[in-house]
């Protein structure tokens, strides 16, 4: 990677950021669109930034590290580079069937569970047996970014996803469900074409990796296979929408009987599994998704035998290779801060929005991805702008198609923004520059925009 390339184009960006303030004044909605004087950005503000980032945001960078530390721990046990290897082994010669099932699988997932960041978990161990395979790293980049961004493009009822967009504009979650799937399928297949496309061309590149060693090639890896199986359909389970999306207060009930739970007059259960932090699930976070995964590398790491040092040591340097990604996100939160601490974005998006009457696709596809570009998080992504468009276009009927169009732009700007959490932290690990990353993928990008576009059009039209 051209040296410290992430870091300047996140700069850059933040730059970016900064000026908006210096030209464009504040503009916030309330009941009616309020413009303020200019309040710039300056220097040492972003000094200020730290502590409302860690305190806001702090849970990504952690579950970044965390993930670091839980594959610090299986690169120090041989069972996991048998795995691997059984694993490319098995499909030697069927790569592309590898391929394609990981890109529908991440995609399900997302679409339905919303595990967008979370599904970094899972990222480090695809991506090794990708390399294995003799593919590139882009082309690994392209499994696993493209197919979460695709799986937030097409979401159909995953609440983290939609949940703000869907409150704003007073729809429920069903509200175009065979819209969100015909994008989901539109999307799957222009990723996998692209993707199986771009493999074959450069596959056996012999680019440098890193990747576990095996001492002992009769090591047992099933310990492994269960717990990381384990901690992946937890993490389902926990993240699915099961009472506001399904109805389901079934995980609800369990909750409290185990949280109300006495051995006398004590509440065992609430105080060893922490009452006033522990929720249910459907309602789990990334804080909760990294203690899961360090109580899983634990428990990996006694089936192997290894001494308590033995882990830490692993941990702690899988944490150390995670520390640059960490790094990275913590300065894609400081444009996040900005567009929040200084609303400039709707000065901007004021003249887009009214250039024509009603609803239009294409200003509106611009408003939302800009505003996914600056806002990073879905909740500040929609409640930034949606208000104000909500009162600007008075005809509830589109409100369905806007939530399409919004929920879509957000998950094309995971794939190519420069403020994309998921593809930063990964091209960070693969220790590739944006550049190459966007060599690899503007085919599918545009393809995506171009389709996503298309039936846009034909939904206004039918």
């Known amino acids: 990677m051209k040296k410290h390339n992430l870091f300047k184009v996140i700069g850059i960006t933040i730059i970016v950021a900064i000026l908006l303030t210096w030209i464009f004044p504040i503009t916030y909605f309330g009941y009616s669109l309020t413009e303020e004087a200019r309040m710039q950005v300056g220097l040492f503000e972003l000094?200020?930034?730290?502590?409302?980032?860690?305190?806001?945001?702090?849970?990504?960078?952690?579950?970044?590290?965390?993930?670091?530390?839980?594959?610090?721990?299986?690169?120090?046990?041989?069972?996991?580079?048998?795995?691997?290897?059984?694993?490319?082994?098995?499909?030697?010669?069927?790569?592309?069937?590898?391929?394609?099932?990981?890109?529908?699988?991440?995609?399900?997932?997302?679409?339905?569970?919303?595990?967008?960041?979370?599904?970094?978990?899972?990222?480090?161990?695809?991506?090794?047996?990708?390399?294995m395979m003799g593919y590139n790293k882009s082309t690994a980049a392209l499994t696993t970014v493209g197919a979460v961004a695709i799986g937030l493009i097409g979401t159909t009822i995953s609440a983290t996803n939609i949940n703000t967009i869907v409150g704003i504009l007073g729809l429920d979650f069903s509200s175009e469900l065979f819209t969100k799937a015909i994008i989901l399928l539109v999307g799957l297949v222009l990723l996998i074409f692209n993707t199986l496309s771009y493999a074959k061309k450069h596959k056996n590149e012999n680019e440098e990796i890193e990747l576990p060693v095996s001492k002992d090639s009769k090591k047992r890896s099933w310990p492994i296979i269960l717990i990381v199986d384990l901690i992946l359909v937890i993490m389902i389970l926990a993240s699915l929408s099961w009472d506001s999306v399904f109805g389901v207060k079934l995980f609800d009930t369990i909750h409290e009987s185990v949280m109300t739970a006495k051995i006398g007059d004590f509440a065992i259960f609430g105080k060893l599994l922490g009452e006033t932090t522990l929720v249910p699930f459907g309602k789990w976070t990334l804080m909760e998704l990294s203690a899961l995964i360090v109580f899983g590398a634990g428990i990996i790491s006694l089936c192997y035998r290894k001494s308590f040092n033995e882990f830490i040591e692993g941990f702690l340097s899988g944490v150390k290779k995670a520390l640059q990604p960490a790094i990275l996100v913590f300065l894609i939160y400081i444009v996040l801060v900005i567009a929040v601490t200084h609303p400039v974005l709707l000065a901007i998006f004021k003249p887009i929005l009214t250039a024509t009457s009603g609803f239009n696709v294409f200003t509106m596809s611009i408003v939302s991805f800009i505003s996914s570009v600056f806002n990073v998080e879905p909740y500040y992504i929609a409640s930034s702008v949606l208000p104000y468009v909500a009162s600007i276009i008075t005809d509830v009927e589109t409100y369905p198609l806007i939530a399409v169009v919004w929920q879509a732009m957000q998950g094309l700007a995971v794939l190519v923004a420069p403020t994309s959490i998921l593809l930063?932290?990964?091209?960070?690990?693969?220790?590739?520059?944006?550049?190459?990353?966007?060599?690899?993928?503007?085919?599918?990008i545009l393809e995506v925009l171009v389709a996503l576009l298309l039936i846009f059009t034909i939904l206004i039209l039918i």
Do not use: C
């Open 424 to 444: 930063i932290a990964t091209l960070s690990y693969l220790n590739i520059s944006f550049w190459q990353w966007f060599k690899a993928s503007w085919k599918l």
């Open 47 to 131: 000094f200020t930034y730290g502590p409302t980032i860690f305190n806001y945001f702090g849970s990504i960078i952690f579950y970044v590290l965390v993930v670091g530390g839980f594959y610090g721990v299986l690169h120090k046990i041989d069972g996991y580079r048998n795995l691997l290897d059984k694993i490319v082994d098995k499909f030697k010669g069927k790569e592309n069937i590898f391929l394609s099932a990981v890109m529908i699988l991440l995609a399900i997932i997302t679409s339905m569970a919303g595990l967008t960041n979370a599904l970094l978990f899972v990222f480090p161990f695809i991506i090794s047996i990708i390399l």
